[in-house]
């Protein structure tokens, strides 16, 4: 069955880089991009972008373009979220999706002084 | 951009009730609707796409249906399993609505 797993929580200061890793298994990780959905404390959901895992091109909603990198690693069945220069308002629990008919269990980031 | 607003924002209702959930397509969206049902453990789950298409697994108390650019997600029958988040996804070029929080009455 298809399973996607997210790396754990994250705590960061202000100005710090974080990391998001989002591991496919039960299909082949190429056939479907992956998305990445943004879900701030208490709120909904926002899209966020995705990135083809064929050529590995990412997309970015408009809220998200500069501080924002979608990569994979394709031999390990994994794609990446990457957050550079965190701010207050990136506290939130981040989700990754392929095709949005599955979807990880979210990775809560918190940003705090 | 396509906008998706998601009505209502919050709905109270009893076990057995049948309820309706709408969004409107801001644009032309084609029928690339999802309908997607959030948990309170943070659990999402996607129910319905192609705007009635019923996801495999899905109870069959789920459907969803379009009248020009309003897409509506009806539960025939409420069960206990059923209070949680429902978000709209327009894939098109991808907006969420604001989400609708069903709580028991």
């Known amino acids: 069955q298809i399973q996607l797993v997210q790396s754990g929580p994250e705590l960061k200061k202000p100005g710090e880089t974080v990391k998001i890793s989002c591991k496919a298994s039960?299909?082949?990780?190429?056939?479907?991009?992956m998305h990445w959905v943004k879900q701030a404390p208490g709120k909904g959901l926002k899209w966020m972008g995705w990135i083809n895992t064929e050529t590995g091109e990412p997309t970015y909603a408009d809220d998200f373009k500069g501080r924002f990198a979608f990569s994979l690693e394709t031999s390990a069945s994994t794609a990446y979220l990457q957050i550079n220069n965190l701010k207050n308002e990136d506290t939130a629990t981040y989700f990754c999706?392929?095709?949005?008919?599955?979807w990880g269990q979210g990775t809560l980031v918190t940003v705090s002084a | 951009d396509i906008q998706m607003t998601q009505s209502p924002s919050s709905l109270s209702a009893s076990l057995g009730e049948r309820v309706s959930l709408t969004c409107r397509a801001s644009q032309e969206i084609s029928g690339y609707l999802s309908w997607l049902q959030q948990k309170p453990d943070g659990t999402i789950k996607r129910l319905i796409y192609a705007a009635s298409t019923l996801d495999s697994g899905v109870p069959k108390r789920f459907s969803g249906s379009r009248s020009g650019s309003d897409y509506s997600l009806t539960i025939s029958s409420l069960e206990s399993e059923d209070f949680a988040d429902y978000y709209c996804?327009?894939?098109?070029?991808?907006?969420f609505g604001g989400g609708t929080k069903l709580e028991i009455k």
């Open positions: 996804l327009q894939y098109a070029s991808y907006t």
């Open positions: 039960g299909y082949t990780f190429t056939d479907y991009s």
């Open positions: 999706a392929p095709i949005f008919a599955y």
